[in-house]
């Protein structure tokens, strides 16, 4: 098992960068895939970004493409999302999520914040 504790989330003004963080408890961190999802108010949750085991791949969604970068650190047990120019359409809960690579999103941390002033 592996648990998940995101931070970084806050007010930003448009434009502007927020990188959030996602510690990871447990031995196995590094053969795990990871995925940054989130929920804006009213929608349903929504894929945006998810990296390999070994950081080798990455995807994103189109919506932050050119703006939002995933990676990782194994040897501190983390992930990253690095956010760029900030639109208010970000403006939702961000949720890291853990899968084996033949699995489905079986562990979810309790998401942070994100609010993007315009």
């Known amino acids: 098992q592996v648990q998940l504790v995101e931070s970084g989330g806050g007010l930003v003004q448009a434009g502007g960068s927020l990188r959030l963080s996602c510690a990871a408890s447990g031995r196995t961190f590094s053969s795990y895939d990871m995925g940054w999802f989130r929920q804006a108010p009213g929608k349903e949750r929504e894929f945006v970004a998810t990296i390999t085991w070994n950081g080798g791949r990455t995807n994103y969604t189109n919506s932050v493409k050119g703006r939002f970068t995933i990676s990782r650190d194994n040897a501190k047990n983390t992930v990253y999302l690095q956010m760029n120019s900030l639109k208010p359409e970000d403006t939702a809960v961000y949720y890291c999520?853990?899968?084996?690579?033949?699995?489905?999103?079986?562990?979810w941390g309790q998401g942070t914040q994100v609010t993007v002033s315009s």
């Open positions: 999520a853990a899968k084996t690579a033949l699995g489905s999103y079986n562990y």
